[in-house]
């Protein structure tokens, strides 16, 4: 009870605040979009560039860390996608789809936070190693398939070309590479931009979480309840025993696996929507899952950290 009380609530009240201000009409969707751009394209690029620029690089990336984790991930992917095909009898398209959902689990906005209150913000380097390939591992398996399912006849450098676009017009993997550049090449940051970046990344995560509960209240579920509840299982309950099991099969430390098990266990992100969006397929599912795989992991993950200790 203390873990749900002192760790989890915190968060999710902030996404409440977010979703009632929407509900009683105290902010406009306009306004969600714009804390959303500013959260997505600015703070939390931020974020990551601030992180990863100053971690120990070869103590965070360890293999067995990033193996367990995408490994999970990539199964995970693979039981959704292929579940909606046989179960729900969707055709490929949508089934990728609901693949990623069940691939893209809430790293940045519920990992972070959860981790950082559950063991303190020195036990995160794991949690940033992770973040670090998220988005890009995630999109770079996502539109692969999906393109490739697309593709009917479309060269192999024109389907090169549109996962490279896609990717490189994202923020927040250009913030992870300009962190990465840094940290390789230990390039000096000039004190004053140094300041500035650190006044971005102390906005990044409450501004996203409030954000986050704004978008949440448009995705009210409609439809496709077996669906929803079929890709929210292994997104909340599939992934993170996937996790725990690699973790415990090659020899993660304590803290990394902790990072990688929670990590596994969040709710389905908003990109999950935005991909279904990009593609125009299962929109209704991807969003609706988000919803409810958020509320839901409210007890999932309370569960997780009681097992995890």
Not at 224 to 242: E, N
Request: proline residues 4%; glycine residues 10%.
């Amino acid at each position: 009870m203390q873990a749900l009380v002192e760790v989890i609530l915190p968060v999710f009240l902030v996404i409440g605040f977010g979703y009632v201000s929407v509900w009683r009409g105290w902010l406009s969707d306009r306004a969600v979009d714009g804390v959303m751009v500013f959260a997505q394209k600015f703070a939390i690029p931020s974020l990551l560039f601030a992180a990863i620029s100053q971690l120990d690089l070869a103590t965070s990336f360890k293999p067995n860390l990033l193996f367990s984790f995408y490994a999970g991930a990539t199964i995970s992917f693979a039981l959704a996608t292929f579940g909606a095909r046989a179960i729900f009898k969707r055709d490929w398209e949508d089934s990728i789809a609901i693949g990623f959902v069940g691939l893209f689990s809430n790293s940045l906005l519920l990992g972070l936070p959860i981790s950082e209150r559950a063991w303190g913000a020195n036990a995160l380097a794991s949690n940033y190693a992770i973040v670090a390939f998220h988005a890009p591992f995630c999109y770079f398996l996502g539109i692969t398939v999906m393109e490739i399912a697309r593709a009917r006849g479309a060269s192999f450098r024109a389907l090169v070309g549109k996962i490279l676009n896609a990717m490189f017009r994202n923020a927040l993997i250009l913030g992870i590479i300009a962190g990465i550049v840094v940290n390789l090449f230990s390039i000096p940051v000039p004190g004053v931009v140094s300041e500035a970046v650190d006044l971005m990344r102390r906005a990044a995560l409450p501004a996203a979480l409030f954000g986050l509960g704004g978008v949440l209240y448009r995705y009210r579920p409609e439809g496709d309840i077996r669906t929803i509840f079929f890709v929210s299982a292994i997104s909340l309950l599939i992934h993170p025993m996937l996790v725990w099991g690699l973790g415990s099969a090659t020899g993660l430390s304590e803290q990394a696996f902790k990072s990688a098990v929670i990590t596994a266990a969040m709710a389905p992100g908003v990109n999950t929507y935005l991909f279904a969006d990009m593609y125009g397929r299962a929109r209704r599912v991807a969003a609706s899952t988000v919803l409810f795989g958020t509320t839901a992991s409210i007890i999932s993950v309370w569960v997780w950290l009681g097992l995890l200790g």
